[in-house]
């Protein structure tokens, strides 16, 4: 066993993070050390399949669609302030007050476009799905 | 990037169809990334919620023109530390990377060595712990720099190497075993 035979050394070698000296130096000795050659080849598989897509990636939980769905209400509960605000400094212009009642309610209540939005996110992630996807 | 310059105008405008948009883009990277990081699928689904009730609330002082995912993942590695800090055993390896070197040593073993599959190495990571497991997933599965992992950690550099040298030691160690 040599002070080459590090184990962090030869990681930092399989990954080449090693200055050109240090590099020399590792090279010449994993030439003439089986077991650091085969340790060396064990990082760089391992770095190599690290880095790859997993090709079975664990299945997306169907709870995902409904995770969606709540996070758009929040999503318009968190902007409906900002409409009230918006809404009102209209108003002092020119809106009567019969539509500022209206457009405030289609804007904060709103059932049906928080519903289309999220009916839409879950549609398109399903066949976004049926395409594929990678991590 | 022109998608994420969509997404963020449309945002910063207060539209739904932006956050949508936002979602339908980058929920199922969020949630993938999540679960890298503790391997539970609740545990996953609940992160990705904490992940993007925190967009909700801070889109809108999100610089224009940047990348949306940088700022996504770092959001989502910090909700992900903030739920290991919770947990015990962080760093123990339970001795995995004390584990005997396999036996050998000539050339059929260096062949053998680099022979696990998919299943295998997606098995060793799970079992690594969660601080190392995270340190792995930045650095091979996003690319990140051994100073960049520490900023996304927000642990020194040399923690970081360490987190690193053990990890890929143990999963060396252990998928070794296996072949």
């Known amino acids: ?135 | 990037m022109e998608l994420d310059e969509q997404i963020v105008s449309l945002c910063q405008r207060g539209r739904q169809d932006g956050f949508a948009r936002l979602l339908l883009t980058y929920q199922e990277r969020v949630y993938r990334r999540a679960y890298s990081f503790v391997h539970n699928r609740d545990d996953a689904l609940d992160l990705t919620q904490d992940v993007f009730m925190k967009v909700i609330r801070t889109i809108g002082s999100f610089t224009p023109g940047r990348p949306l995912w940088p700022w996504l993942q770092r959001i989502t590695t910090n909700a992900a530390l903030n739920f290991l800090r919770d947990r015990p055993a962080l760093l123990s390896l339970d001795g995995a990377e004390n584990l005997p070197e396999p036996a050998g040593g000539e050339d059929p073993l260096e062949a053998a060595v680099t022979a696990w599959t998919s299943q295998q190495l997606s098995q060793a990571l799970a079992n690594l712990p969660p601080l190392l497991r995270m340190a792995v997933v930045l650095r091979h599965h996003e690319g990140l720099s051994y100073e960049e992992v520490a900023q996304a950690m927000e642990v020194p550099l040399g923690t970081v190497k360490t987190y690193l040298f053990r990890a890929r030691k143990a999963l060396r160690l252990e998928l070794s075993r296996e072949v």
């Open chain 1, 1 to 135: 066993m040599e002070f080459t035979c590090d184990d962090a050394l030869l990681q930092m070698y399989a990954e080449g993070l090693l200055g050109s000296v240090e590099r020399s130096i590792l090279a010449e000795h994993v030439k003439t050390c089986p077991r650091c050659r085969a340790r060396v080849a064990a990082y760089k598989g391992l770095l190599w399949d690290l880095a790859q897509p997993d090709p079975e990636p664990e299945p997306l939980p169907p709870e995902l669609d409904a995770l969606s769905d709540r996070l758009m209400v929040a999503w318009a509960e968190e902007q409906a302030p900002k409409t009230w605000q918006k809404a009102s400094l209209t108003w002092t212009r020119d809106v009567p007050v019969v539509d500022l009642a209206l457009g405030a309610v289609g804007k904060v209540g709103h059932s049906l476009p928080r519903l289309g939005a999220a009916g839409l996110t879950s549609l398109a992630r399903r066949l976004l799905r049926r395409g594929g996807g990678g991590r």
